[in-house]
């Protein structure tokens, strides 16, 4: 068995663990959290021949870590008024910003061959899947930008009355949408009703209760307790105590004890964040179903969706900046001075008081490509990257490290299989999202659902969050482990709902993310780091999801287009 | 010598061997008239065929001088196997090949060829034992009684309870067991050399045999063919589902994944009801599409109207669309449709190939099966409707099958108002087919509707359909009302759902 690994270049082995000293068993138990899984009679070698291993450009990425990496500096100095580093959801939602007023001197520069970042998609040529994240939720009326960019991009149809968006019905998740394999059996939606006590169902209807009263909790100015993008949140006290504990506390302090409630709210946890229910802020976990509920409505609102996942708002927006975007470019110092002179080693930006800065910023990039080093001096810069990635690369975070050293990421494993044919199952028929109860993993998604391609060949994307890495394995040494074993922990972990899965496999493709996605950890949410982060430094505007604390596209938009709007006020010219 | 004893044992032996004999016949014709329908000239031909075949192996045996006894048992052994395998392997081949006729008739010639060689054979064994008299009344009794067991279990006990499969696999076992006991019956008259390899041989020919009978469930499933209500002649497992025809008193029914399709008794009330009314609009038709309708037979209906220059039908299995071009009583009954140079099949899901499609049609026909499941649920929703009108020239006429709005009126309804909200206007209306009960369909348009056309008096065939039928058709009766329903959606499927709510109460 040779798999395909394109990118497997990651820090020395030397540094790894003794991953291998693990037996099979210790694996699967320690990854996927079941013992019972080891004692199943499948074996090692049955694994699909052919499977990318992926990982985000760590070749490149890393020469920023390494001190010792000297870069040549620029000869070539180009001027452009704006530059956005980054190329996911925030950085494109700034580009498609600056468009929409009108701006188009600017470049979007991006470290990957391909844009997007998490919310990137793969093509096998009949099929696309996602990578990444792979919806977002209606939004409410108030969420005027995001709604203009569903229109743009025909998604949302019309809007009602009172500015809520109708969405386009081939874009809206198709039903049945979600089951839960439980007992040996799949049942419809999330929760594990089966064999469930009317105890857990009058927790569980509590618990509902409790979600819609806080959907519908606004503070004496009218501001909701909960809404997407967190920034239009309350800040009253009353609400943002709730980030001081977990969820686990939380729920506990509501008196529901029931251990299938705990379930659900531990797979919302990880499903949207990473982490599971003990190491979530009660603010978080609360945000997961209230912010999704309109006051007047007992449903959440609808689930929009493509083959592609959120890639399909990637492919739109990077077609319509096709003239402003730079792929393969490494950015590795953003400086106040031109590098070379004297005065570079003091130089740091400063914060700045008022906007309107007149000082240029000097980039200097690295083509991955051909290694050519270039410099751009920029009236304005948005970057468009995690605070961690920032520090690195700005003249001047030096202050902001302390800011920024409760920021926490988590780590994700993503692997698409390519499979020959449905798998048989029993119980209620396949879904869009395909959830195992005994599972440390989050199940998976069929990307054919939302084309009404229901029979043959197709590509399920399985996810696994390192929710709750202890024990015998560091994230690290996950992040390392062998592209076989990675595909053979996802096919242990649905050979127990398909044991049909490993004859329908041909392919497994296996995407490492690792420091992904910001964590909502208890105390990070409202912490006055999180929000001074998002504080201009000099002429260097920032937007990420870590900026809002939860990592979702609608708060990624939200940041893109605040930088943005944040650089027009500037008065920034073309040249 | 032989002793007295093997000798009363060799006229068990020859009433098996009659018995045997006869079954094969009577499976071949059976199974022809299952299949081919038309049983007289089906009982007629197989009958001619193994009697004359009969006739030549027993010419044929005058050409064996030596080794009669091993001889004798490798025709036994030969016969079991052929005999054994008849049923599922012409059952097996039939959906693949386009001479099955000679193909049945050959194997029955060959049957009849080692049927007619054995009794010859075993008298002339037995002759040196008895009286030529005493051997000729012993034989010919016993071969006899056979034929007589054999056509009195044959339709009482064997096809009720064990199908056609299992009794030719079961019969193939007991003449292999009648061959390797031979070995030991006619031991006296075998050379050693060889013998084990005899014996071997014929404990093959049983291990095949068994095991073919114990995988024959896959084959017959006798727990379909009572839920079924019929003897199932054909069934398949597609990729998509699972097809099964059965025959059951004058007529045959399709069924795909246990829901009945059509009766061909009645059929034909479904099919002039679901496809004339769309086909009588300002103009003549000329481009029709038919979604769904593998079985042909609403394409049958169509072709009736020469204007039509081209129909498209859209049915995602192929396995079903290639019976009803080679399933001679399903051909029969569609009229070759499928050889029609005007008509085009697709093997696409429709919702899938009706985004991609691109010519605009006159006529559409939705005959699709009844949203048991959500993967059909999706081509009853509004997505799927408007994508079908961007197909439609503003003034074409659709007719769609939208099952008993008597039995599911909330499906019923459910199916017109996610018209409705469309874009289509639609005018409800309904037939009586004796095998379904009242039957529910819609005629629609992108434009208003006027009053229900006459037929077209050119058209000929039609034996449900008057023009006094036709307005019946469209007059409701009171126990067909409109119910409040939500519209069908891709992100509510709400059909599936009442779907099941109405089929699976108890009624």
Same mark, same amino acid.
């Given at each position: 068995?040779?798999?395909?690994?394109?990118?497997?270049?990651?820090?020395?082995?030397?540094?790894?663990?003794?991953?291998?000293?693990?037996?099979?068993?210790?694996?699967?138990?320690?990854?996927?959290?079941?013992?019972?899984?080891?004692?199943?009679?499948?074996?090692?070698?049955?694994?699909?021949?052919?499977?990318?291993?992926?990982?985000?450009?760590?070749?490149?990425?890393?020469?920023?870590?390494?001190?010792?990496?000297?870069?040549?500096?620029?000869?070539?100095?180009?001027?452009?008024?704006?530059?956005?580093?980054?190329?996911?959801?925030?950085?494109?939602?700034?580009?498609?910003?600056?468009?929409?007023?009108?701006?188009?001197?600017?470049?979007?520069?991006?470290?990957?061959?391909?844009?997007?970042?998490?919310?990137?998609?793969?093509?096998?040529?009949?099929?696309?899947?996602?990578?990444?994240?792979?919806?977002?939720?209606?939004?409410?009326?108030?969420?005027?930008?995001?709604?203009?960019?569903?229109?743009?991009?025909?998604?949302?149809?019309?809007?009602?009355?009172?500015?809520?968006?109708?969405?386009?019905?081939?874009?809206?998740?198709?039903?049945?949408?979600?089951?839960?394999?439980?007992?040996?059996?799949?049942?419809?939606?999330?929760?594990?009703?089966?064999?469930?006590?009317?105890?857990?169902?009058?927790?569980?209807?509590?618990?509902?209760?409790?979600?819609?009263?806080?959907?519908?909790?606004?503070?004496?100015?009218?501001?909701?307790?909960?809404?997407?993008?967190?920034?239009?949140?309350?800040?009253?006290?009353?609400?943002?105590?709730?980030?001081?504990?977990?969820?686990?506390?939380?729920?506990?302090?509501?008196?529901?004890?029931?251990?299938?409630?705990?379930?659900?709210?531990?797979?919302?946890?990880?499903?949207?964040?990473?982490?599971?229910?003990?190491?979530?802020?009660? @603010?978080?976990? #609360?945000? %997961?179903?209230?912010?999704? /509920?309109?006051?007047?409505? +007992?449903?959440? &609102?609808?689930? !929009?969706?493509?083959?592609?996942?959120?890639?399909?708002?990637?492919?739109?927006?990077?077609?319509?900046?096709?003239?402003?975007?730079?792929?393969?470019?490494?950015?590795?110092?953003?400086?106040?001075?031109?590098?070379?002179?004297?005065?570079?080693?003091?130089?740091?930006?400063?914060?700045?008081?008022?906007?309107?800065?007149?000082?240029?910023?000097?980039?200097?990039?690295?083509?991955?490509?051909?290694?050519?080093?270039?410099?751009?001096?920029?009236?304005?810069?948005?970057?468009?990257?995690?605070?961690?990635?920032?520090?690195?690369?700005?003249?001047?975070?030096?202050?902001?490290?302390?800011?920024?050293?409760?920021?926490?990421?988590?780590?994700?494993?993503?692997?698409?299989?390519?499979?020959?044919?449905?798998?048989?199952?029993?119980?209620?028929?396949?879904? @869009?999202?395909? #959830?195992? %109860?005994?599972?440390?993993? /989050?199940?998976?998604?069929? +990307?054919?659902? &939302?084309?009404? !391609?229901?029979?043959?060949?197709?590509?399920?994307?399985?996810?696994?969050?390192?929710?709750?890495?202890?024990?015998?394995?560091?994230?690290?040494?996950?992040?390392?482990?062998?592209?076989?074993?990675?595909?053979?922990?996802?096919?242990?972990?649905?050979?127990?709902?398909?044991?049909?899965?490993?004859?329908?496999?041909?392919?497994?493709?296996?995407?490492?993310?690792?420091?992904?996605?910001?964590?909502?950890?208890?105390?990070?949410?409202?912490?006055?780091?999180?929000?001074?982060?998002?504080?201009?430094?000099?002429?260097?505007?920032?937007?990420?999801?870590?900026?809002?604390?939860?990592?979702?596209?609608?708060?990624?938009?939200?940041?893109?287009?605040?930088?943005?709007?944040?650089?027009?006020?500037?008065?920034?010219?073309?040249? | 010598?032989?002793?007295?004893?093997?000798?009363?044992?060799?006229?068990?032996?020859?009433?098996?061997?009659?018995?045997?004999?006869?079954?094969?016949?009577?499976?071949?014709?059976?199974?022809?008239?299952?299949?081919?329908?038309?049983?007289?000239?089906?009982?007629?031909?197989?009958?001619?065929?193994?009697?004359?075949?009969?006739?030549?192996?027993?010419?044929?045996?005058?050409?064996?001088?030596?080794?009669?006894?091993?001889?004798?048992?490798?025709?036994?052994?030969?016969?079991?196997?052929?005999?054994?395998?008849?049923?599922?392997?012409?059952?097996?081949?039939?959906?693949?090949?386009?001479?099955?006729?000679?193909?049945?008739?050959?194997?029955?010639?060959?049957?009849?060829?080692?049927?007619?060689?054995?009794?010859?054979?075993?008298?002339?064994?037995?002759?040196?034992?008895?009286?030529?008299?005493?051997?000729?009344?012993?034989?010919?009794?016993?071969?006899?009684?056979?034929?007589?067991?054999?056509?009195?279990?044959?339709?009482?006990?064997?096809?009720?309870?064990?199908?056609?499969?299992?009794?030719?696999?079961?019969?193939?076992?007991?003449?292999?067991?009648?061959?390797?006991?031979?070995?030991?019956?006619?031991?006296?008259?075998?050379?050693?050399?060889?013998?084990?390899?005899?014996?071997?041989?014929?404990?093959?020919?049983?291990?095949?045999?068994?095991?073919?009978?114990?995988?024959?469930?896959?084959?017959?499933?006798?727990?379909?063919?009572?839920?079924?209500?019929?003897?199932?002649?054909?069934?398949?497992?597609?990729?998509?589902?699972?097809?099964?025809?059965?025959?059951?008193?004058?007529?045959?029914?399709?069924?795909?994944?246990?829901?009945?399709?059509?009766?061909?008794?009645?059929?034909?009330?479904?099919?002039?009801?679901?496809?004339?009314?769309?086909?009588?609009?300002?103009?003549?038709?000329?481009?029709?599409?038919?979604?769904?309708?593998?079985?042909?037979?609403?394409?049958?209906?169509?072709?009736?109207?020469?204007?039509?220059?081209?129909?498209?039908?859209?049915?995602?299995?192929?396995?079903?669309?290639?019976?009803?071009?080679?399933?001679?009583?399903?051909?029969?009954?569609?009229?070759?449709?499928?050889?029609?140079?005007?008509?085009?099949?697709?093997?696409?899901?429709?919702?899938?190939?009706?985004?991609?499609?691109?010519?605009?049609?006159?006529?559409?026909?939705?005959?699709?099966?009844?949203?048991?499941?959500?993967?059909?649920?999706?081509?009853?929703?509004?997505?799927?409707?408007?994508?079908?009108?961007?197909?439609?020239?503003?003034?074409?006429?659709?007719?769609?099958?939208?099952?008993?709005?008597?039995?599911?009126?909330?499906?019923?309804?459910?199916?017109?108002?996610?018209?409705?909200?469309?874009?289509?206007?639609?005018?409800?209306?309904?037939?009586?087919?004796?095998?379904?009960?009242?039957?529910?369909?819609?005629?629609?348009?992108?434009?208003?509707?006027?009053?229900?056309?006459?037929?077209?008096?050119?058209?000929?065939?039609?034996?449900?359909?008057?023009?006094?039928?036709?307005?019946?058709?469209?007059?409701?009766?009171?126990?067909?009302?409109?119910?409040?329903?939500?519209?069908?959606?891709?992100?509510?499927?709400?059909?599936?759902?009442?779907?099941?709510?109405?089929?699976?109460?108890?009624?």
């Amino acid at each position: 068995m040779s798999p395909n690994k394109h990118v497997d270049n990651l820090v020395p082995s030397s540094r790894i663990g003794r991953v291998d000293a693990l037996s099979r068993r210790e694996l699967l138990q320690a990854v996927l959290g079941t013992s019972s899984l080891a004692l199943t009679g499948c074996n090692r070698t049955a694994l699909p021949q052919a499977g990318d291993y992926l990982a985000q450009d760590f070749a490149l990425g890393h020469r920023l870590r390494d001190p010792s990496a000297t870069v040549a500096l620029p000869t070539d100095w180009q001027s452009v008024p704006v530059v956005i580093v980054g190329g996911g959801i925030a950085g494109l939602s700034a580009g498609w910003r600056l468009l929409r007023q009108g701006f188009r001197d600017f470049l979007v520069l991006d470290l990957e061959r391909e844009v997007g970042g998490s919310s990137r998609s793969g093509n096998s040529g009949r099929f696309q899947f996602p990578w990444g994240a792979h919806y977002i939720t209606t939004p409410m009326a108030d969420n005027v930008e995001l709604i203009e960019l569903l229109q743009e991009m025909q998604i949302v149809e019309r809007l009602e009355q009172d500015g809520s968006p109708i969405v386009a019905e081939q874009y809206l998740c198709r039903e049945p949408e979600e089951r839960l394999f439980q007992n040996g059996t799949w049942i419809e939606g999330l929760y594990p009703a089966l064999e469930s006590t009317e105890d857990d169902q009058r927790q569980l209807e509590e618990f509902q209760l409790s979600m819609h009263q806080w959907s519908q909790r606004r503070d004496a100015d009218g501001k909701r307790a909960f809404t997407i993008p967190i920034a239009r949140c309350s800040t009253a006290e009353e609400f943002l105590k709730l980030d001081q504990l977990s969820m686990a506390e939380w729920t506990r302090q509501q008196g529901w004890t029931s251990a299938r409630l705990r379930w659900y709210i531990d797979y919302a946890c990880r499903d949207d964040y990473g982490l599971t229910i003990d190491r979530t802020s009660a @603010w978080a976990g #609360i945000f %997961y179903f209230a912010a999704r /509920l309109r006051s007047d409505r +007992s449903e959440s &609102q609808n689930v !929009i969706t493509w083959p592609a996942g959120n890639g399909h708002i990637v492919q739109y927006l990077s077609q319509l900046l096709k003239a402003q975007l730079r792929t393969g470019q490494l950015v590795y110092r953003i400086s106040p001075t031109k590098p070379g002179r004297a005065e570079a080693q003091s130089a740091q930006l400063q914060p700045a008081d008022d906007h309107k800065t007149e000082s240029p910023v000097y980039l200097t990039t690295l083509d991955g490509q051909t290694g050519v080093v270039r410099g751009i001096a920029a009236s304005r810069v948005i970057f468009a990257g995690p605070q961690f990635v920032a520090q690195r690369v700005i003249d001047g975070m030096a202050e902001r490290r302390a800011l920024t050293s409760n920021f926490r990421y988590s780590s994700w494993l993503v692997a698409n299989l390519h499979l020959s044919a449905r798998p048989r199952a029993s119980g209620f028929p396949i879904c @869009w999202d395909n #959830i195992l %109860y005994d599972s440390k993993s /989050l199940g998976y998604v069929v +990307s054919t659902h &939302q084309s009404g !391609i229901d029979h043959g060949p197709t590509v399920i994307t399985w996810y696994y969050p390192f929710a709750n890495v202890e024990g015998k394995l560091s994230r690290d040494q996950l992040l390392r482990l062998e592209w076989s074993e990675w595909a053979d922990l996802a096919l242990t972990d649905l050979e127990q709902a398909h044991p049909d899965i490993r004859q329908l496999v041909k392919r497994i493709d296996i995407m490492r993310w690792g420091h992904a996605m910001i964590e909502p950890g208890p105390n990070f949410l409202w912490s006055d780091a999180r929000r001074s982060a998002a504080q201009p430094l000099g002429a260097v505007h920032f937007a990420n999801t870590d900026l809002s604390g939860i990592a979702l596209m609608e708060e990624a938009f939200y940041h893109g287009v605040r930088a943005a709007d944040e650089v027009l006020a500037n008065g920034v010219r073309s040249h | 010598m032989l002793t007295r004893a093997p000798l009363s044992l060799l006229y068990l032996n020859v009433l098996v061997i009659a018995t045997c004999g006869l079954v094969y016949e009577l499976l071949a014709g059976t199974l022809a008239s299952y299949v081919l329908g038309d049983s007289v000239t089906q009982f007629s031909f197989v009958i001619g065929v193994y009697l004359s075949a009969m006739g030549v192996g027993a010419w044929l045996s005058r050409y064996i001088h030596d080794h009669l006894a091993r001889v004798f048992i490798e025709i036994e052994l030969a016969l079991a196997l052929l005999g054994g395998i008849s049923a599922p392997a012409l059952f097996l081949a039939f959906p693949f090949v386009d001479w099955f006729a000679p193909l049945l008739l050959g194997m029955v010639f060959v049957i009849g060829v080692l049927v007619g060689l054995e009794l010859p054979l075993l008298m002339r064994i037995l002759q040196e034992h008895l009286e030529f008299s005493d051997l000729v009344s012993r034989v010919l009794t016993f071969d006899y009684i056979g034929a007589l067991l054999a056509s009195l279990l044959f339709p009482i006990l064997f096809v009720p309870h064990l199908g056609l499969v299992r009794t030719s696999l079961a019969f193939g076992i007991l003449n292999g067991v009648v061959g390797l006991w031979s070995t030991y019956l006619l031991r006296p008259l075998l050379s050693a050399r060889g013998l084990d390899r005899l014996r071997l041989r014929g404990g093959i020919v049983l291990v095949l045999l068994s095991v073919a009978l114990l995988k024959a469930d896959q084959l017959t499933l006798l727990a379909e063919e009572s839920v079924l209500g019929g003897s199932i002649i054909h069934s398949t497992q597609s990729p998509f589902q699972r097809i099964a025809i059965t025959r059951k008193g004058k007529g045959f029914q399709l069924f795909l994944n246990g829901h009945l399709q059509f009766n061909s008794t009645d059929e034909y009330r479904y099919h002039e009801a679901l496809v004339h009314p769309a086909m009588l609009g300002s103009k003549p038709p000329e481009k029709v599409l038919i979604l769904g309708g593998g079985d042909g037979l609403a394409v049958r209906e169509c072709l009736r109207y020469p204007s039509v220059q081209s129909i498209t039908l859209v049915d995602l299995d192929p396995a079903m669309t290639g019976l009803s071009e080679r399933f001679q009583p399903l051909k029969e009954l569609n009229d070759a449709a499928f050889s029609d140079p005007r008509v085009r099949v697709v093997n696409d899901d429709a919702f899938v190939w009706i985004g991609a499609d691109d010519t605009t049609y006159d006529v559409a026909i939705i005959d699709f099966p009844d949203p048991s499941n959500y993967s059909i649920g999706k081509l009853y929703t509004t997505r799927f409707y408007r994508l079908l009108r961007e197909r439609l020239k503003p003034d074409a006429l659709v007719t769609i099958q939208c099952t008993s709005p008597v039995v599911a009126p909330k499906s019923y309804w459910c199916i017109l108002a996610s018209m409705q909200s469309s874009g289509f206007h639609i005018r409800p209306f309904q037939a009586t087919v004796p095998s379904f009960g009242i039957w529910g369909f819609a005629l629609a348009s992108p434009q208003p509707l006027g009053d229900v056309p006459p037929l077209d008096p050119s058209i000929t065939g039609l034996r449900f359909l008057t023009d006094e039928a036709m307005r019946a058709m469209f007059e409701l009766p009171g126990d067909i009302r409109q119910v409040a329903t939500e519209v069908n959606r891709l992100d509510n499927q709400i059909l599936v759902r009442y779907y099941d709510e109405e089929w699976h109460e108890p009624q």
